[in-house]
């Protein structure tokens, strides 16, 4: 078969635009595999630094000493001797029950035993020249110190009837009136120690060997813009099995009575200052199912690091193992970071 001109002509240019298209496409195939061995990114040069490592927790104040006063026994209110809200010492009366049937008891007792004393001292004088036998004597002896305790009784009977302060404190309001029929399950009034509060808190278990009886505290209560300050006196010794977390008891000074028990406090735990901590931006953190690791770049390629994180800050992590000083860590194209990579760090970040 001869083909015309025409038809030689249009198979001659099919060909040579196929042959073309190949080649374009291997060249641009040739390029993208060189563009997958390089990686243009962004880093940040690791310095060491101060860092103090703080922990916030939520606390709540409560009074340094705190009670509910019950009456001992039951009976009726003939005197209330506090004003509400004021200020009272330990061993001060604050309520007075009526007492008069057990001292006329008292004193019918104390009575009796007056007449059985005589009667002893008598028996004793007969007995030392026999007028009256051993066990005789005895019996009076016996019937004495039966008497003498009856007192006894009778005597914590009537200081149950004064019910006193047993400690100093600020009392709250009455619940009671004189005259009131009172048993020992009537709440009177509560009693509050403010001069100086407790603030407990929580704090996580892996920062318990941060702190310390004695280590400072600070915290901040709704109302009040002041930074305050406490001392830590007392911490549980096991962790919630719940939270894991471990209760803290700090001691707050109180003296001008503007903290009120029951408050919310935000507290800010110092725990640690390191002159020497290196802190990277977050974002360079790389997760994996086992660890956590960060690219860093060395002599224009990339080397994957395992890190162990410390502390955390609003825009970056502190590095304890993993990372040194100078070391340049990239930040951005990390999901296409691999080991051995060409690398370009084309803007280092501070």
């Known amino acids: 078969m001869i083909l015309s001109n025409n038809r030689l002509f249009a198979l001659f240019l099919s060909t040579t635009v196929f042959a073309t298209s190949c080649s374009d496409k291997k060249e641009a195939d ?15 040069v690791a ?25 001992e026994m039951a009976g009726r209110v003939t005197s209330i001797n506090f004003k509400e809200g004021s200020k ?21 007792l104390k009575s009796q035993l007056r007449l059985q004393q005589n009667t002893l001292q008598r028996q004793k004088e007969l007995l ?11 019996t009076s002896e016996t019937q ?19 019910v006193l302060a047993p400690f100093d404190g600020t009392i709250g309001i009455r619940n009671i009136s004189v005259g009131a029929i009172v048993s020992p399950t009537t709440l009177i009034t509560s009693l509050k120690q403010t001069q ?36 830590i006196s007392a911490i549980d010794p ?16 109180n003296n001008n009575g503007k903290l009120v028990a029951g408050s919310f406090a935000n507290v800010t735990i110092p725990l640690k200052s390191d002159k020497n901590a290196i802190l990277i931006p977050s974002q360079a953190i790389i997760p994996t199912t086992k660890d956590k690791k960060v690219a860093i770049a060395k002599d224009g390629k990339i080397a994957m690091a395992v890190v162990k994180l410390g502390q955390r800050t609003e825009d970056k992590v502190e590095i ?29 970040r501070s």
Do not use: C, W
Not at 144 to 162: G, H, K, M, N
Not at 205 to 220: C, D, L, P, R
Not at 238 to 253: E, K, L, Q
């Open 196 to 231: 100086q509060l407790k603030m407990d808190f929580n704090v996580p278990e892996q920062y318990v060997q941060s702190i310390a009886i004695g280590k400072g505290v600070f915290f901040v209560v709704t109302g009040n813009n002041d930074t305050l300050s406490g001392k």
């Open 238 to 253: 096991g962790a919630d099995a719940t939270t894991r977390t471990i209760r803290v008891r700090a001691i707050v000074p």
């Open 320 to 348: 304890l193992t993993g990372v040194s000083a100078g070391d340049t860590v990239i930040l951005t194209g990390l999901m296409q970071a691999k080991p051995g990579m060409d690398v370009k760090i084309v803007k280092v």
């Open 47 to 71: 310095s060491a630094g101060v860092f103090n490592s703080d922990y916030n927790a939520s606390g709540s104040l409560v009074a340094n000493e705190e009670i509910d006063i019950h009456p």
């Open 88 to 108: 009272v010492h330990k061993g001060q009366l604050l309520i007075q029950l009526y007492d008069g049937e057990i001292t006329a008891q008292i004193q019918k």
């Open 128 to 138: 030392n020249i026999g007028g009256i036998s051993k066990q005789d004597y005895e």
């Open 30 to 44: 040739a390029k993208g595999g060189n563009k997958a061995k390089n990686l243009s990114a962004e880093g940040y």
């Open 144 to 162: 004495v110190q039966s008497i003498q305790a009856d007192i006894s009784y009778a005597e914590a009977q009537l200081r149950a009837t004064r």
